[in-house]
């Protein structure tokens, strides 16, 4: 892991809507590191390294949900965690994991690989502006998408809002390497790779946990292990299928206009009915409390396949059984 790296990442203050002091940050270093970077007229960043006729591709966005207090963010390490402090007051803050981690994974593989490219958007916390009016163009010579942007460790995002971000095929490809860290695939919320898909970038796409915990609030902390874990991967998957290009197309959005006893046959029409967000409730808030009941479903889920036996329909053992038979 490059640990000073990662550390001059986390120390900067960026929010939706300001993330100057990121966009001068990455600016500056690709630029010392001789990689091409390129803004567009809303602040997102283009970095390509060296040539190759296909580029994998790694992106990751900009904001973060803290608010910038022009006094940086102090860097706590505890047993392998790290977490963010104000030093002023000494109160804990949100140290930005969510997507500070995506961008020290974007910039760490693509200081490893020979070629390869890389976008960072503005304002993912506030509805995907960035990546959703991004330049097309810059993915036409890109091998699938990779983003670090969720939370926990061995999620890895295979579709966002009901319909697959990549090809069967890919997953397939790419299954040992996924395997190999200890990841399985999810269904996952909003982030950069769905905006992406939803505008045609047109090729196989995926989003990975990056080793962040309690993201959108002030306990926020990284798993520095499952963040090395998580770049490492990146890399793999990069090395190995980098080099051509995985083009995918989703299916049509389903709508959901027939009658209730129309049952759909389509493989990707889950019509679950999500409950309503409540009046004055933000939509981020909204959003986070969405997020975090879907990732305890999830985790009960991965719980229940790794212990299949639900300990009360077990037999009682003999020895629970005479103690069974004595009480009574
Ligand atoms: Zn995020």
């Not at 970095?47 to 963010?73: F, N, R």
């Not at 995506?102 to 990546?131: M, N, R, T």
């Not at 046959?265 to 959003?287: C, D, E, I, L, N």
């Amino acid at each position: 892991m490059k640990t000073e790296l990662l550390y001059d990442i986390l120390t900067i203050e960026s929010e939706s809507h300001d993330s100057t002091q990121m966009e001068q940050f990455l600016t500056d270093y690709a630029t010392a590191q001789g990689w091409q970077i390129e803004p567009d007229r809303l602040g997102n960043l283009y970095v390509t390294k060296g040539t190759a006729s296909v580029y994998p591709c790694l992106v990751a966005h900009m904001d973060t949900v803290h608010s910038i207090t022009g006094e940086g963010i102090s860097i706590v390490e505890i047993a392998g965690k790290v977490t963010g402090m104000y030093a002023s007051t000494m109160q804990q803050t949100g140290i930005g994991g969510d997507d500070k981690c995506g961008i020290y994974c974007a910039l760490y593989v693509l200081g490893q690989l020979p070629a390869g490219k890389a976008a960072f958007f503005v304002d993912e916390e506030v509805g995907c502006l960035g990546s959703a009016d991004a330049d097309l163009l810059f993915f036409e010579d890109c091998a699938f998408i990779l983003q670090a942007d969720r939370r926990g460790g061995s999620d890895f995002v295979t579709s966002i809002g009901g319909r697959p971000l990549a090809s069967d095929e890919w997953l397939e490809a790419i299954r040992p390497q996924m395997l190999a860290y200890g990841f399985k695939p999810v269904s996952g919320m909003m982030t950069d790779v769905e905006a992406l898909r939803d505008a045609g970038v047109g090729i196989c796409a995926a989003n990975m946990s990056a080793g962040y915990y309690n993201p959108h609030q002030d306990g926020e902390y990284i798993d520095l292990n499952e963040l090395d874990n998580v770049a490492e991967m990146m890399l793999d998957i990069c090395e190995r299928f980098g080099g051509e290009r995985w083009e995918y197309t989703p299916p049509e959005k389903v709508r959901y206009t027939s009658p209730a006893w129309q049952v759909s046959t389509s493989a990707y029409s889950t019509s679950y009915s999500s409950p309503r967000r409540p009046r004055g409730m933000p939509r981020t808030v909204w959003r986070d409390l969405r997020e975090e009941a879907q990732y305890r479903e999830a985790r009960q889920q991965q719980l229940a396949e790794a212990f299949p036996y639900d300990v009360e329909e077990m037999e009682p053992s003999p020895r629970e059984l005479m103690r069974l038979e004595s009480e009574t």
